[in-house]
């Protein structure tokens, strides 16, 4: 029987400070579902880190802990390819192509160009504007079928479409255009110190966010912690932000539906939920922070890993590329 050819999901994480509970539940664990069903990519962009200024011996230990925790949390290097951005270089190449394909207006547009250029309003560099492009050209590279994105990524999802529409219309066809992939769960994942603020690893307050390598009784403190209302049923409601962000987040690690949650914890108060979500997510990154202190120890390893998964990249990188300097009339490349 002829195999069928499972549909392509890429996706990738920016390798700047701790990962938070909020990108666990939000993104990595998705991705970990995924490579079931999927032909998953999986990337450390740290090209795209670059656009604000970072501390290079800082920046190489960020990514490597960062690849060292995909790992850790179960992204399986024989099932995905997990690879590192820098070390595929038709990423750069694609970006330039591409960029002679987007419009200033576009890229004026974008709300996170907006907001960063407000936080680091003394280096607005060209990369910073152009982060989409370079953000389209990691997904069209390998003919993506579907990107899992949060809402904060949408748009850039919608440029990148657009971007390869546009070349395809102009060029002939080149590029698969992708699809958002909205997981069936997992939440927006909200600060436990501002349930109406997402949760940030930039957050200026860390009881804020639970970072996923945070020792547990540094999670109990955070819970406990907790904003909520001065209600004191647990139940899902508009108006319960706090509560709402704890159910969804309990609901996530123990796979309980929020009916469920709901009865659980009827007549009991806000104290007990708490530290019953607590409790949760400690359980539930207690064997990740363990196979990080592994992964993280083992150098060797990780450089087997990041090895493979560039020169898996790199192997589909080519074709899309040579497609394109095709179209854009360039003579083939002699080597
Ligand atoms: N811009 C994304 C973020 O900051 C990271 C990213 C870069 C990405 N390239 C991507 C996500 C391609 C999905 C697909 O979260």
């Known amino acids: 029987m002829e195999e069928i050819q499972k549909?392509?999901?890429?996706?990738?994480?920016?390798?700047?400070?701790?990962?938070?509970?909020?990108?666990?539940?939000?993104a990595i664990k998705n991705w970990n579902d995924l490579q079931k069903d999927f032909d998953c990519?999986?990337?450390?962009?740290?090209?795209?880190?670059?656009?604000?200024?970072?501390?290079?011996?800082?920046?190489?230990?960020?990514?490597l802990n960062s690849y060292a925790l995909l790992l850790a949390c179960g992204i399986d290097p024989d099932k995905s390819i997990l690879f590192i951005q820098?070390?595929?270089?038709?990423?750069?190449?694609?970006?330039?192509?591409?960029?002679?394909?987007?419009?200033?207006?576009?890229?004026?547009?974008?709300?996170?160009?907006?907001?960063?250029?407000?936080?680091?309003?003394?280096?607005?560099?060209a990369g910073l504007f152009t982060y989409p492009v370079l953000m389209a050209a990691d997904i069209l590279l390998y003919q993506t079928d579907m990107v899992p994105v949060g809402a904060d990524q949408k748009q850039h999802l919608e440029l990148a479409r657009d971007i390869a529409a546009r070349f395809n219309s102009v060029c002939g066809d080149t590029f698969k255009i992708p699809e958002p992939y909205i997981p069936k769960t997992g939440a927006r994942i909200m600060s436990l110190a501002d349930p109406t603020k997402k949760m940030s690893k930039s957050d200026e307050n860390p009881n804020g966010f639970v970072a996923i390598l945070d020792e547990p009784d540094v999670i109990m403190r955070k819970f406990k912690r907790a904003v909520t209302d001065s209600?004191?049923?647990?139940?899902?409601?508009?108006?319960?932000?706090?509560?709402?962000?704890?159910?969804?987040?309990y609901a996530s690690v123990t796979g309980k539906s929020f009916d469920e949650i709901e009865r659980e914890f009827d007549g009991k108060g806000y104290?007990?939920?708490?530290?019953?979500?607590?409790?949760?997510?400690?359980?539930?990154?207690?064997?990740?922070?363990?196979?990080?202190?592994?992964?993280?120890?083992?150098?060797?390893?990780?450089?087997?890993?990041?090895?493979?998964?560039?020169?898996m990249a790199n192997k589909i990188s080519f074709r899309t590329l040579d497609k394109v300097?095709?179209?854009?009339?360039f003579i083939k490349k002699p080597f």
């Not at 549909?7 to 939000?26: A, D, E, H």
């Not at 990519?41 to 920046?59: E, G, N």
Request: proline share 2%; glycine share 8%; hydrophobic share 35%.
């Open 325 to 329: 300097y095709k179209k854009c009339g």
């Open 271 to 311: 104290g007990d939920f708490k530290a019953a979500v607590g409790e949760a997510v400690s359980d539930a990154l207690r064997p990740i922070r363990e196979n990080y202190k592994r992964y993280s120890a083992d150098k060797a390893y990780l450089e087997n890993c990041y090895t493979k998964g560039a020169e």
């Open 7 to 26: 549909k392509r999901i890429f996706s990738g994480i920016q390798p700047t400070g701790v990962f938070t509970l909020g990108n666990y539940i939000g």
């Open 41 to 63: 990519l999986f990337s450390v962009v740290d090209m795209h880190a670059i656009t604000v200024r970072q501390d290079p011996t800082k920046l190489r230990q960020q990514i």
């Open 86 to 125: 820098s070390h595929v270089a038709r990423h750069a190449e694609l970006s330039w192509v591409l960029s002679c394909f987007t419009q200033f207006g576009e890229l004026s547009r974008m709300t996170q160009f907006k907001d960063k250029s407000a936080r680091h309003a003394d280096n607005i560099n």
């Open 231 to 249: 209600d004191s049923i647990v139940r899902y409601s508009e108006g319960k932000d706090g509560i709402n962000n704890l159910m969804a987040i």
